[in-house]
Nanobody
Framework: VQLQASGGGLVQAGGSLRLSCTAS????????MGWFRQAPGKEREFVAA????????NYAGSVKGRFAASRDDGKNTVYLQMNSLKSEDTAVYYCAQLRYFSSDEIPESAVESWGQGTLVTVSS
């Protein structure tokens, strides 16, 4: 599976962005999908995950209530709607195919494949 993320950019604090991640290849295996991010000088961290039906989602505490993951399997695309953005949300965002879904924080070891990153910069 190849994952292509897009939608990053520069936004003012309080603004919104929607990231997209489009898959190609063996898309029938895309049961669980996730988003991670890496801020400058920090380790990559879990942001959000969504299960195969889109019914269940999981979010890091720092983004809960502000970010929303969704998916459109007809388009082989998952989305991350980011609202009320803060300067601390500035990071490179990565979409990922996950081996499993969990209601707990999902580690990088759960990632089956990574997409390339897309940079989100939030100006204060």
């Amino acid at each position: 599976v190849q994952l292509q993320a897009s939608g990053g950019g520069l936004v003012q604090a309080g603004g919104s962005l929607r990231l997209s991640c489009t898959a190609s290849g063996r898309t029938s295996t895309l049961y669980y999908m996730g988003w991670f991010r890496q801020a400058p000088g920090k380790e990559r961290e879990f942001v959000a995950a969504i299960n195969w039906s889109g019914r269940f989602t999981n979010y890091a505490g720092s983004v809960k209530g502000r970010f929303a993951a969704s998916r459109d399997d007809g388009k082989n695309t998952v989305y991350l709607q980011m609202n009320s953005l803060k300067s601390e949300d500035t990071a490179v965002y990565y979409c990922a195919q996950l081996r499993y879904f969990s209601s707990d924080e999902i580690p990088e070891s759960a990632v089956e494949s990574w997409g390339q990153g897309t940079l989100v910069t939030v100006s204060s």
